[in-house]
């Protein structure tokens, strides 16, 4: 029963790297629903997992705040999250940059950004301290003596299941509330949107800033969980898989978590891989790129048609024609 | 598009030294330099010593000048690379990834073919060339036929070249250390008597081939048929398609020339600079630079020259900003990164200006003619 044992191990690996992806994407879905394009969701991640890990270090050691130290931490990944989406609402909703731009723009910014920090934080080096207090893996009473399920569903780091409480909450509220109906019009017909009375540009700002809350603590969350510090290799691109993961799930929230969770499985594959000395046979770096090319083949129609919000991409001026 | 999106486009047409285009990038420079002094100072660092070394790691002697030249080479590629995409109404993202597929490509044929010298370096070069335009030609043909954003699949294109690349180098081409087997000196781009020029600096032919690009370009984009195509399409699809061009085969083609031009880059740069290829988990920036340079420069000739330009010294001089007052290369990537977002908010910047303009016309100017 060796087999089962370790499909056990693989659905608890593919969720805990599917995690970051889950959250980013869904924060990627409440963006590009209401119309804003939002390519910095890399970029948030990186801010996310930056103040995340910087604050359990201060808050865990310094300050003496032991294990509520990541929690506080991920509070604040989500506040810095929302703080750099804020830029790219500004900028974008406000002053109707082009949005590509904009988001190529704060993926540098991010990047150069918080390793400036880190370099000055701690005395020139290239990454932080080991996170001492990281978040610890949540074991549900009784439901996690399971056989085999046990081990993969009900020992999980908090993180996960804030994510798929994120993936229900983003479809109640995209298609059970009034906000969610007004946040799609804005997306698909802002000029319709607003003839109704919607504040077009309100409700654009809230989405962008939601999906830098979300894509913060996706960020946070590999920091505090799988590499237990920040450096430059931290998020090294999850926020393009997530990205590839919304539009695979066609900018919906469970077809999101489907896809980041199909990603994820990839990423716990190569560990699979390398652990059953098959890395000879299957190389890790074509392992890599299976994400990317899966999204191309989305993209063309291939394993079925993507759709995006009518409006994606347009600044919206009102009175505009 | 209304009347004040019409000027723009015409001021922007008219050069870069025509006052009302040149002002956004001016200014958002020095935007971009204070910013960097601000955090410098909220680090503890002094901001005037720090662009001291700055200027001295560029122009402080000749074997600095000639690397800065050398860093400044394959910007020149990237940036015309991205800027030709843009005059076609296309953002090409994907100028690192096709970088590194010409890096690989040419590589690879020096490696496998053997021929004499000069010949050599011609192949290795148009491998590269055409490796990038391959590149290009995906995200061309799913834009062109499927309506598919080239954004995203030229930043799905860049990851896949980087892993593909990693893997073939590691399959195929690997030396010892983590990277790929030396190219033989047939094909090398470097030339003693330039290097001589700048005091053994590893400034290398490709400087000569960059600036033959920037004249390729003018004239394609010009002077001939296929760049007038190419640029109406870019302003206009919809009347382009109307006066009868082939808008699709435009799109396709704009994006193989643009992948060509980054390709021959990669090339010139294994080429000229290291003679091999290395293994990275990271991308080498010049693609991404390259959207700096093509948008400060506003996608004219001579704008992207000067964009490469600060760029690269930007980039290199930050080396020497490193060394003499110990403030991390990373702040210059800071700098960089909200040059281009100030570009691209352009909003922002005539904000300010019309805020600073406001306050210092008090005076005597109304604001009715300050803004």
């Given amino acids: 029963m060796a087999w089962l044992l370790s499909l056990g191990d693989i659905i608890h690996n593919t969720l805990v790297f599917s995690t970051a992806l889950i959250l980013a994407a869904v924060g990627g879905v409440f963006s590009e629903r209401s119309g804003v394009v939002n390519i910095a969701l890399e970029g948030l991640m990186i801010v996310g997992a930056f103040a995340g890990a910087v604050t359990a270090i201060f808050l865990g050691e310094g300050a003496g705040w032991g294990d509520a130290a990541p929690y506080v931490a991920l509070a604040v990944a989500a506040l810095a999250g929302m703080l750099f989406a804020l830029l790219h609402a500004v900028a974008t909703v406000t002053f109707r940059a ?24 701690f005395d020139g080096a290239a990454q932080t301290t080991t996170i001492q207090h990281p978040l610890s893996e949540w074991r549900i009473p009784v439901l996690s003596e399971i056989p085999v399920i046990g081990r993969a569903l009900f020992v999980a780091y908090p993180t996960t299941y804030l994510a798929f409480l994120a993936v229900a909450a983003a479809y109640f509220v995209l298609w059970k509330t009034p906000f969610g109906l007004r946040l799609r019009a804005v997306g698909e017909h802002p000029r319709a949107a607003d003839t109704l009375g919607i504040h077009v540009q309100r409700i654009r700002y809230y989405a962008v800033l939601i999906s830098g809350a979300l894509a913060g603590l996706g960020g946070a969350s590999v920091a505090l969980t ?9 998020i090294a691109g999850q926020g393009f898989i997530a990205l590839a993961a919304m539009i695979f799930g066609k900018w919906h929230p469970v077809g999101a978590m489907l896809a980041a969770l199909f990603f994820g499985l990839t990423q716990a594959a190569r560990t699979i891989i390398q652990v059953l000395g098959l890395a000879k046979v299957v190389p890790v770096d074509l392992i890599n790129l299976l994400p990317y090319v899966v999204t191309i083949l989305v993209l063309a129609g291939v394993v079925g048609r993507a759709e995006a919000p009518a409006a994606l991409g347009k600044p919206y001026v009102k009175g505009g024609r | 598009m209304n009347g004040t999106d019409r000027r723009s486009l015409q001021t922007r047409f008219m050069g870069l030294f025509l006052k009302e285009s040149a002002l956004v990038p001016a200014v958002s420079v020095v935007l971009g330099l204070a ?17 001291g070394a700055l200027y001295e790691g560029v122009f402080g002697n000749l074997y600095n000048f000639g690397e800065t030249i050398r860093q400044v080479t394959p910007l020149i590629f990237t940036g015309l690379s991205v800027a030709f995409a843009f005059r076609t109404g296309l953002f090409n993202i994907g100028a690192e990834g096709q970088f590194l597929v010409g890096s690989l490509a040419a590589v690879w044929v020096v490696v496998a073919v053997d021929a004499p010298a000069g010949v050599h370096a011609l192949l290795a070069l148009l491998a590269g060339g055409l490796a990038g335009a391959l590149w290009g030609v995906v995200p061309g043909y799913l834009k062109a036929k499927r309506g598919v954003h080239e954004v995203i699949t030229t930043i799905m294109m860049n990851w896949i070249a980087l892993y593909l690349t990693n893997y073939l180098i590691r399959a195929y081409l690997k030396a010892d250390a983590e990277r790929s087997v030396e190219i033989r000196p047939s094909a090398s781009l470097q030339a003693d008597w330039l290097s001589a020029l700048f005091d053994d600096a590893r400034i290398h032919l490709g400087i000569l081939l960059a600036l033959l690009a920037l004249v390729a370009y003018y004239v394609v984009l010009w ?33 193989m020339a643009s992948g060509f031009l980054a390709g021959l880059g990669g090339a010139a740069e294994a080429l000229g600079v290291y003679g091999y290829m290395a293994i990275s988990a990271i991308f080498p920036g010049y693609g991404f630079d390259g959207i700096a340079v093509a948008l400060l420069g506003g996608n004219t000739p001579l704008g992207i020259l000067l964009g490469a330009v600060l760029f690269g010294a930007l980039n290199y001089g930050a080396n020497t900003m490193q060394r003499l007052a110990d403030v991390p290369i990373e702040l210059i990537r800071v700098v960089i990164a909200l040059v281009i977002f100030f570009v691209a908010a352009s909003g922002v910047v005539r904000t300010l200006v019309g805020l600073f303009r406001r306050t210092k016309g008090k005076g005597g100017v109304t604001d009715g003619v300050a803004s």
Avoid: C
């Fill in chain 1, 98 to 121: 082009d949005q590509v731009v904009s988001g190529v723009a704060l993926n540098f910014l991010a990047f150069g950004f918080t390793i400036f920090m880190v370099k000055l934080l």
């Fill in chain 1, 226 to 234: 799988t590499t237990s510090n920040f450096s430059h290799s931290t």
């Fill in chain 2, 35 to 51: 910013v960097g002094a601000l955090l410098m100072l909220a680090g503890g660092y002094d901001p005037v010593a720090a662009y």
């Fill in chain 2, 223 to 255: 002077k001939t048929r296929w760049g007038f195509e190419l640029r109406a399409v870019g302003l206009n699809p919809y009347a382009a398609e109307y006066a009868g061009m082939d808008v699709s085969r435009s799109i396709v083609s704009a994006m």
